[in-house]
């Protein structure tokens, strides 16, 4: 699978084991030590890059400063924090700013593999499949979404959790299962996080976002009326 991933971490061990274990899934790696030459080497290779792997705590520059930068630049390429904390205000914080996923230190590097080949599978069908419903269009291939003909820009799990909303159209989905499919593990912080990507959708959606019903000690639905 060609698709570059940037692993930043100030630690060398951590780079390290990291890299190993992607690239036995031959994926390509590039390294950085901290934030400032995270942007760099970002910039000089944002065209191939289609995965961060991104530590929270570092020198010059915190990944929350990257995180903020490189969303400036890119809103949809696949961002995963690695944090020694996993305190939940930190990761809603996280997902306010466009964090994907999260993985606490330590972790098992297969289970981060997992994670990365998931995401990445899920950011690129193989297959091309558009949905058109009340005028909002997806296409599985591009992953896009555009309405009146116009683009939205959403992040990756923004996307991610609309087109799951859409293919079941009609039917409430409640908040754990939401989590569960989306976020593909059990995440265990507060589902405030999902109503927080919600109103992210409705207010990029304008007139639309009314599609997206919020079924009162349930979750919620998408039905277009």
Not at 13 to 22: A, E, M, P, T, Y
Not at 45 to 62: A, E, H, W
Not at 67 to 81: G, N, S, V, Y
Request: proline share 3%; net charge positive.
């Amino acid at each position: 699978m060609e698709a570059t991933i940037l692993v930043v971490d100030d630690e060398l061990r951590i780079r390290k084991l990291v890299k190993d274990f992607l690239k036995q899934k031959n994926f390509p790696i590039i390294e950085a030590e901290d934030g400032e030459q995270a942007l760099t080497v970002f910039q000089e290779n944002k065209n191939k890059i289609k995965l961060i792997l991104l530590d929270v705590m570092m020198p010059k520059l915190d990944g929350w400063s990257v995180l903020r930068q490189i969303r400036q630049i890119d809103k949809t390429l696949p961002i995963i924090m690695l944090t020694a904390r996993a305190e939940e205000q930190d990761e809603l914080f996280g997902f306010e700013l466009g964090v994907d996923e999260y993985i606490t230190k330590p972790f098992s590097p297969k289970i981060l593999v997992a994670r990365v080949e998931a995401i990445l599978k899920r950011a690129n069908p193989e297959q091309k499949e558009l949905k058109n419903h009340g005028g909002i269009i997806i296409d599985n291939d591009a992953r896009t979404v555009t309405m009146d003909r116009k683009n939205v820009e959403l992040s990756f799990r923004e996307y991610e959790l609309l087109k799951y909303l859409i293919e079941n159209e009609n039917i409430a989905l409640s908040r754990d299962k939401i989590l569960n499919t989306v976020w593909n593990y059990d995440y265990y912080g507060d589902s405030r996080t999902i109503d927080s990507h919600i109103k992210k959708i409705r207010h990029k959606l304008g007139k639309k976002g009314k599609y997206i019903q919020t079924i009162r000690g349930i979750g919620y639905k998408f039905e277009v009326k």
